[in-house]
């Protein structure tokens, strides 16, 4: 399966970044003629610009500048680069703010925040949408035809919430469309806890300032609301673009790795396009393959918010500056995080930035192009490296990711466990677990699309839902069916236990799926850091922290149980058949070693192959294609030779692509 390049006109690997021609304006013939050149020196195709210009764009109300940004728009075309045009609202003018007030966010303490700082708008606010909608408009008409015109990337990197009146009142429309009646809300927020209940929808407060409620049902509410707030701003935005210029996908870049305050599944359904910032904390050497893993993991995720490829909207070709330690790329690292991103389904590799600013808050960030100012820099030959191999690698551009597996990661699911009271309430390593079921996978070269607990699982074999806490709307049918028609579950402790509203279900955990799991579980035991017990299964014994879960079988057969405390004994890993497929349970928290043996088996029994028979520790592998038409990703994220069956040696930090006409 082939998708579209993100510039249908322009089948390449898009290869660029940020530019910010107007912070030279002054300079302009000097440097934005030697940007050209350098650029491609580089091998960049792709450049984007306007993300932060919009006072360059119109420095007082309603008097506008766009002459400059014609110019540089012309100087792409005639150099061959197509652009990401941005929509300004990342950042505003001044002036907006002092007339209007009303665009400043403000906090949950309901303080007004005062001008300065970027991402500080109110997503409510008619005057900031008014605006916005304007400038789009006028920037759509002009760059409609033109030809450098190739993605529109749409504000910069969404993120916070705004608590002003505005806000609050649709807040309370969000919910009134939601519930209908107050009673409906009552019921769902359980509020007669603490005297919450409310009794008029104007006592409705967003949570989160001093003294506010402790209720998790409007907390994860006005979690949606917000999403909500982002795609309705978006939509605002987007609604001139798709008028003016529909051929012209739309993105914005996410926060894929660390953000979780947006449902970006949700997002992603607005999005033409889905694109990232990626940012990995290489360390100089052993730590690099564990943060190979987390961002292939983010990676995987960013991906299969559309489960298909995406933009790699913004990477850093050196040191990143908002970092405690700023730590510069080790030689080969910059291929190597570039073509990671491309293994896992990125079409594009794209910069912040590509000339560094000479002032500035992020005037040390790295940049391809340096302050000293030439190609003679280590990073630029980097990159130029980069550039030229990309230019043989059209042929990957739109290939599809063949998993068979998938693994669930929820915000929604993250949500509602951040704000449940027990368990391991100050961290319930949600997230942390997700990565740790991921990680076998990752080591043994077998592909996984990551997906949240709404999407179709007709594609999968076995699927892998780690503490499905909350079961969403048609999610235990979804997984059910699943399972009756021949698939392979795995879930784990902490499943199942509340509804979408937060309201446990009664009569017994994991709730709706306790048929299809065979299992039933009464408790669930919270340990101190260091207490450990066991499961004990296969002849081995294997550590359990954290959280075990004290289960019966229900139809289940019981493979291993525990090794200690008042439940020695009890059951502790569980299958069921059910239908035509199998469904396994795990009660605790265990450490790699059980899951890479558990996965081992599991693998083979959901048939699926890892695309090399033993990868070294801290080599990855990839795939892309289909059609008996193939991309291999192999990758060393350690500073050693390494070697892999039927293969050249990898040198350290290696990349390697391998074409091959069947897996
Ligand atoms: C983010 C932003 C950019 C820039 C970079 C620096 O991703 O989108 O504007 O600040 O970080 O790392
Ligand atoms: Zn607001």
Known sequence: ????????????????????????????????????????????????????????????????????????????????????????????????????????????????????????????????????????????????????????????????????????????????????????????????????????????????????????????????????????????????????????????????????????????????????????????????????????????????LKRRPFMLMESCPSATNWRAVAKLHRPGLHMLQSIQALAHGADSVQYFQFRKSRGGPEQHHGAVVDHEGSENTRVFRDVAELGQRLKSLDALVGADTPARAALMYDYQVRWALDDAKGFLQENTGYEETVINHYRPFWKRGIPLDLIDSRQSLDKYSLVIAPMLYMLREGAADRISAFVRRGGLLVSTYATGYVNESTLAFLGGFPGPLKETLGIWCEEIDALFPGETNSIEWNGKSYRAFDLCELIHGRGAEILGSYGGDFYAGSPALTVNNYGQGKAYYIAARTDGDFLDDFYRKIGAEAGLTPLFDDLPEGVSAQVRGGDEKYFVFLMNFTNREQQVSGQPALAPFEARIIERSSL
Not at 236 to 262: D, H, Q, R, V, Y
């Open 1 to 304: 399966m082939k998708y579209p390049p993100p510039v249908k006109k322009f089948p390449h690997i898009l290869h660029g970044g940020d530019y910010n021609p107007e912070q030279w304006l002054k300079w302009k013939d000097k440097i934005w003629k030697e940007d050209m050149r350098l650029a491609k020196l580089a091998g960049i195709n792709t450049l984007s610009v306007g993300i932060f210009s919009w006072t360059a764009l119109e420095p007082e109300e309603g008097q506008y500048r766009f002459e400059w940004l014609d110019e540089v728009m012309d100087l792409l075309a005639e150099n061959g680069m197509t652009a990401v045009l941005a929509t300004p609202s990342g950042a505003r003018p001044a002036w907006m703010s002092r007339k209007y007030p009303e665009v400043l966010r403000v906090n949950a303490s309901r303080q007004r925040n005062i001008h300065g700082d970027r991402h500080n708008h109110c997503l409510s606010s008619p005057v900031y949408r008014e605006k916005t909608s304007a400038i789009n408009s006028l920037l759509a008409r002009r760059y409609r035809d033109h030809r450098a015109l190739g993605v529109w990337h749409i504000s910069n990197e969404y993120s916070g919430d705004c608590h002003c009146p505005l806000c609050q009142a649709k807040f309370r429309q969000y919910l009134k469309d939601k519930y209908k009646t107050l009673d409906a809300l009552n019921e769902a927020w359980w509020s007669a806890f603490w005297s919450g209940t409310i009794t008029d929808w104007d006592q409705i407060e967003s949570p989160g300032g001093p003294g506010s409620g402790g209720h998790n049902g409007i907390k994860l509410d006005w979690r949606r609301f917000t999403t909500e707030q982002f795609v309705d701003f978006y939509l605002n935005e987007t609604a001139p673009l798709k008028k003016i210029t529909p051929e012209t996908p739309c993105t914005t870049n996410l926060m894929t790795a660390g953000f979780s305050g947006i449902d970006y599944f949700r997002f992603a359904e607005v999005l033409d396009l889905v694109s990232w910032d990626s940012y990995p904390r290489w360390t100089s050497a052993e730590g690099n393959a564990e943060v190979g893993l987390r961002t292939s993991y983010a990676h995987d995720l960013t991906r299969s």
